[in-house]
């Protein structure tokens, strides 16, 4: 079943929030491959027919979890991005939201199985990235959009510059938490990354 079927007979009731819960929790300790349907079913204190009941597709399942937790991670980066503030104020607070989501459980777990998962489900990775990085992009996107017009960024290329922010504040510690060097990083490393991104942001593209 293709992820587009598949969501169209999503069907929500009373228990579909009890389900996802399950669902995230065996997702993150099994990962995607080795969470059962079973386990799903036991986690979430349902039947396997009430499972089913609303997601016939453990593929989509799964992408409605990630889509869930994504979601939630792009309406707060949406509450900052909608602010007019300068600059200054508002990326040193998105970097940090950017760089904690990274260091989260379900975003390295979410990342891994959608890596793993890419060739045989293409539309896993392709639903992740439209509800996570690629949301983000947007929403980061629609600030300095704004900034550029109250003139306090000067960028030619808005969504370039918006993957460029994403990326910088994935310097030094993501690549640690991709290949299992160190999982654990401090206030004061999480600072350090996000302020280093903010400063060579707004050394390429704020007003001289």
Do not use: W
Not at 128 to 137: K, M, R
Request: glycine share 8%; charged share 25%.
């Amino acid at each position: 079943m293709t992820a587009n079927a598949a969501l169209a007979t999503i069907k929500r009731g009373r228990k579909f929030d009890q389900v996802l819960e399950g669902a995230r929790t065996v997702f993150l300790r099994d990962g995607f491959e080795g969470a059962s349907v079973d386990d799903i079913a036991a986690e979430a204190g349902v039947s396997k027919a009430t499972l089913y009941a609303y997601f016939p597709d453990k593929r989509m399942l799964f992408v409605e979890v990630a889509k869930g937790e994504c979601q939630r991670q792009a309406d707060e980066a949406e509450a900052l991005v909608t602010l007019t503030a300068p600059p200054q104020m508002v990326l040193p607070v998105a970097a940090r939201k950017i760089v904690d989501f990274f260091l989260t459980d379900f975003g390295r777990s979410t990342f891994r199985i959608c890596v793993a998962e890419a060739e045989r489900f293409p539309e896993l990775g392709q639903e992740f990235y439209a509800t996570g990085p690629g949301l983000l992009n947007e929403r980061i996107s629609a600030y300095l959009t704004g900034a550029v017009e109250r003139g306090e960024l000067v960028i030619e290329d808005i969504h370039l510059a918006a993957a460029q922010f994403a990326e910088l504040c994935k310097a030094d510690i993501f690549p640690c938490v991709c290949f299992g060097i160190k999982r654990e990083f401090s206030v004061d490393d999480r600072n350090r990354v996000a302020m280093g991104a903010v400063e060579m942001f707004l050394a390429r593209y704020g007003v001289k």
